[in-house]
């Protein structure tokens, strides 16, 4: 699924009158073979006053959506929710959903 939304998730999405909000749950920001990637849907995106929030594992979250250029340029209309503040919630409920069978 991930390499057919590379060729640009944003496409018309982005283009309507009322721009609100997207979750990306992925955070390369990697460019694709037929696209510059997620990082270019993004800013696209936020250009258009759409509200972007990424959520990724901090370890696999890109660079490039902390770096200082990005965040200056769109710190109202971005947001970085990370899967390690909820890992503990996570595996809790994994737990109790396989244990209990």
């Not at 979750?23 to 510059?36: P, Q, T, Y």
């Not at 990637?37 to 902390?66: H, M, N, P, T």
């Not at 809790?92 to 209990?100: D, E, G, N």
Request: glycine share 6%; with cysteine; net charge negative.
């Amino acid at each position: 699924m991930k390499s057919n939304m590379n060729a640009d998730p944003t496409l018309g999405l982005v283009d309507t009158q009322k721009p609100s909000t997207i979750v990306l749950a992925s955070g390369d920001a990697a460019e694709a073979e037929f696209s510059g990637g997620f990082l270019k849907c993004v800013e696209r995106a936020l250009s258009k006053g759409w509200k972007v929030e990424v959520i990724a594992w901090k370890d696999g979250l890109s660079q490039e959506y902390r770096s200082q250029r990005f965040v200056n340029r769109w710190r109202d209309q971005f947001t970085v929710i990370e899967l390690d503040d909820f890992c503990e919630e996570m595996l809790a409920v994994y737990i109790s959903k396989h244990t209990l069978a």
